[in-house]
């Protein structure tokens, strides 16, 4: 152990090839260098993965439940997990290698990663691969792995409910795959608490590589803390710059789905496969309609004071329980982007996706992609399996759900992702499939958002929106989510120096703002060795042809369209700001060293 | 039924009465049989005794969002630590907590915590016999909090209070696991709860004990339940059965 305050100092590893189960100490050095989180995920996959090119399905592959040192303490909206593995979607042009693929990591709310370090610990690292299928029980020290043959295939709503009656104590907190994730979609998801998701970049297909259907934790211990008073002080503070707060009293009414409506309004917005950035219909699926129609409850992760998860029921042919939605980016990725303007058609189909374990805003990407191709004439019915995969249906929407989710018929292409989709229709349909390295963007679109678009192309894991629209929101993200922190509460400038104060107190390292953004650039600038040794160059980071060509033909960005020189040169300044090389993205010498990662 | 409408439990409150019509009604009539329905010979007995005013945590499920800061503020205040000989709040360890939140699928909150019950029952189960000069066994209510209290040293760990609790109450109270001594009997942090100053959405409230409320006494399982399927329609709420 590192008897490093506010740490426990060690990783729980469980190779489920061997059954063999440990604890494994982590060098002081890493904390102070990678923090935990995304970070500390980052570090371990980079030492653990010695050689490029590894099979993300392969039993060598490690995926990591990851919470940060604010974890498991009672630091505002410290509720995230960062699940960190290499990726199953993504991929360069060109490689040396059979399998090269980007790091993945994936951050969800909730009360997973807390419990991980009430148990014990600062991390979970599974390695290898379950001869059946198998789930893990962590109860403090005492872990053990357990066939899970009965639960094969079982949703994730019905296997939420009923692992729980297994274990016999709602005091668990668990993850799980869908069938997806069994069945190795690329982009499925792991669910928490049947509404929260690590749904990006295909950490649920890698758990179902492993034949992992869950994970359970439970824990009586607590991390400690480097200063007592000076914790108590600045968590006094952190509270009072959030609690009854204007800014949390909003997240807590419309959590992100007021941008449903704010974001096609400004032009902003996925529609009609990215072809628009204005939904005319967007208020019938907006904020404001889900709290009149939907919502019964605003539900907080742990600890936060934001509450901007929504859960509540609809009505008629698609009614039910509704876990979460909609949010931003499952509302316009399976709405306005296949103009679904029917909110419970629109629920149905988020419901369905969380339930088979799928990646809300990959599937919707898919479906949006496949419409158009169908529109276009470039595949027909029988390729659709006979689907009319017109926009705005919600039945041939949930149709083509299920498929994919299985990989029946045409599910099994579409599971693949818009980019091998569009490498079989051809026809020049890879203008409209919008990726970025294999990973479908989410629901931000660009023509009038040339940040977001730097965001998309240079992000670690592929078309990410979440990484940062510019060098210093990228490295104070991948700080934010190496802390155990959402990213969400960041939003409100007072909460900065309270949590800098937090961070400081716990790790008895002082953490000013200068410092935070260099942690945050050590593991961007690692991510990013990382991708470039699997082959990863300047001609991966591009975007789909259509952010070039076809302009808005609605809203108030009409005409709005990026223009690919100013959009190069953007990049190359970007490239040069960062310190790589702004022809191959190759990190310099001179700013590995800056960040001590030259002899890494 | 218009759930988007509905916006605190506190509508469930709209019924009830203080505790001192609450005594006169029970004295008249009919509502009598209601409660001892629900609670037994024994509520009758307490409502009409006259005990002085008892002051308990009262939750509004609506308004509950299941983040358990209020777990953390509980933990922080009654596991203090010694640092330097000073007394300081702890870390929050919710294991410590005696305020507990009980979550569901479909999203429903519950936090339990003692219901201060006037006839404990808890009290009422413990075996050791009274002490000859306290009157006290070994779990017993304190005269000036009113709080229930254990004697660890005289305790058997026999766990039947806690058996009391979950059979006629909210069931808040847990025997350690190693040695069955009761936990989470909730000490009203010397009258000023530190779950209720710290929630985040305002969902508790100290307030003087009414077993008329709605909810009043009940075990999380039941209470899910019924919010379940008021709010989203169905029985099945993933309680374990």
């Known amino acids: ?600 | 039924m218009d759930k988007g409408k509905m916006e605190s439990s506190g509508s469930y409150d709209r019924t009830t009465l203080t505790r001192r019509e609450f005594i006169k009604g029970v004295g008249i009539g009919g509502g009598a049989l209601v409660l001892l329905g629900q609670f037994g010979v024994h509520s009758v007995a307490w409502a009409l005794a006259g005990d002085p005013a008892l002051n308990m945590v009262l939750i509004d499920y609506a308004k509950c969002t299941g983040c358990r800061t209020c777990e953390a503020a509980c933990s922080s205040r009654n596991r203090p630590v010694s640092l330097k000989g000073q007394e300081l709040p702890g870390l929050g360890n919710p294991r410590y907590a005696n305020i507990r939140v009980h979550s569901f699928n479909p999203d429903v909150d519950v936090p339990n915590v003692c219901a201060m019950c006037a006839d404990t029952p808890c009290v009422k189960a413990c075996p050791v016999e009274p002490d000859s000069k306290t009157g006290r066994r070994a779990l017993y209510r304190d005269n000036v909090t009113h709080t229930i209290h254990n004697d660890s040293a005289r305790c058997l760990g026999c766990r039947s209070c806690a058996k009391a609790c979950a059979a006629q109450r909210t069931g808040v109270i847990s025997p350690d696991p190693a040695t069955g001594k009761p936990e989470r009997m909730c000490t009203l942090c010397g009258g000023d709860p530190q779950c209720v100053k710290r929630c985040p959405f305002g969902a508790l409230s100290y307030v003087e004990v009414r077993r008329d409320r709605k909810f009043y006494g009940l075990g999380p399982e039941k209470i899910a339940a019924e919010l379940a399927k008021t709010w989203y329609g169905t029985a099945d709420f993933g309680g374990l059965k």
């Open chain 1, 1 to 600: 152990m590192s008897g490093k305050p506010g740490y426990h100092g060690k990783i729980l590893n469980i190779d489920l090839s061997t059954g063999k189960i440990e604890t494994v100490p982590v060098p002081a050095e890493d904390f102070d260098k990678f923090v935990g989180g995304q970070g500390l995920g980052m570090k371990i996959l980079w030492d653990r993965l010695k050689k490029p090119g590894v099979d993300p399905l392969s039993p060598e592959n490690l995926l990591m439940f990851m919470p940060g040192p604010f974890s498991g303490l009672p630091v505002p909206s410290s509720s995230r997990t960062c699940v960190v593995t290499k990726s199953p979607i993504t991929s360069p042009l060109k490689s040396d290698y059979t399998h090269p693929s980007t790091v993945t990591y994936s951050n969800m709310g909730g009360f997973f990663g807390p419990e991980v370090r009430f148990a014990g610990y600062d991390g979970i690292v599974i390695t290898g691969k379950a001869r059946v299928l198998s789930y893990v029980v962590i109860d403090d020290d005492k872990v053990e792995i357990r066939e899970a043959a009965k639960f094969k295939g079982m949703r994730t709503d019905a296997f939420d409910r009923a692992f729980l009656a297994e274990l016999g104590d709602r005091r668990f907190k668990t993850v799980y795959i869908g069938p997806a994730g069994e069945n190795l979609v690329p982009y499925s998801s792991i669910l928490h608490t049947a509404g929260r998701a690590a749904g990006r970049g295909g950490t649920g297909c890698v758990m179902g590589s492993k034949n992992l259907k869950a994970i359970a934790v439970r824990g009586t211990g607590q991390p400690t803390v480097a200063a007592h008073k000076a914790f108590l002080a600045a968590l006094e503070n952190a509270r009072r710059a959030l609690n009854g707060s204007a800014f949390a009293k909003s997240w807590a009414e419309q959590g992100t789905a007021r941008a449903i409506v704010g974001n096609s309004n400004a032009g902003t917005e996925a529609v009609r496969n990215y072809r628009e950035g204005t939904f005319t219909e967007s208020d019938k699926i907006g904020g404001d309609a889900a709290r009149r129609d939907v919502w019964v409850k605003d539900i907080a992760c742990y600890c936060c004071p934001l509450a901007c998860k929504k859960s509540g029921m609809t009505k008629g042919k698609h009614g039910g329980v509704v876990h979460d939605g909609p949010e931003y980016e499952t509302g316009v990725m399976l709405g306005s982007n296949l103009m679904i303007s029917d909110m419970p058609g629109l629920l149905k189909a988020i419901t369905t996706i969380d339930d088979l374990g799928l990646d809300q805003i990959s599937t919707g990407n898919v479906i949006g992609f496949l419409m158009e191709a169908y529109e276009r004439g470039l595949i027909n019915r029988s390729f659709l399996d006979g689907i009319d995969l017109k926009w705005g249906s919600v039945d041939a929407t949930l149709a083509m759900i299920e498929k994919i989710a299985a990989k029946e018929g045409v599910g099994a292409l579409a599971a693949e992702g818009v980019r091998a989709l569009s490498w079989h229709i051809g026809k020049g349909s890879d203008k409209f499939a919008i990726q970025v390295k294999g990973l479908e963007l989410a629901a931000h679109n660009i023509q009038a958002n040339q940040p977001r678009g730097l965001s998309y192309v240079t992000a670690s894991r592929g078309a990410c929106h979440m990484s940062g629209d510019n060098i210093a929101m990228q490295n104070r993200r991948a700080m934010m989510d190496s802390t155990g922190m959402c990213f969400f509460p960041t939003f409100e400038p007072t909460l900065e120096e309270p949590m800098l104060a937090l961070l400081s107190a716990i790790t008895g390292r002082k953490f000013d703002k200068a410092e935070f953004e260099k942690v945050g650039e050590r593991i961007f600038t690692l991510e990013k060795l990382f991708n470039y040794r699997e082959g990863f160059r300047r001609e991966d980071d591009r975007l789909p042809d259509r952010f070039f060509e076809d302009a808005f033909t609605v809203g108030p960005k009409k005409g709005a369209v990026l223009d690919r020189e100013k959009f190069e040169s953007m990049l190359t300044q970007y490239y040069q700001d960062r310190g790589w090389d702004p022809e191959t993205t190759q990190p310099g010498q001179k700013k590995l060293k800056e960040l001590g990662l030259d002899s890494i």
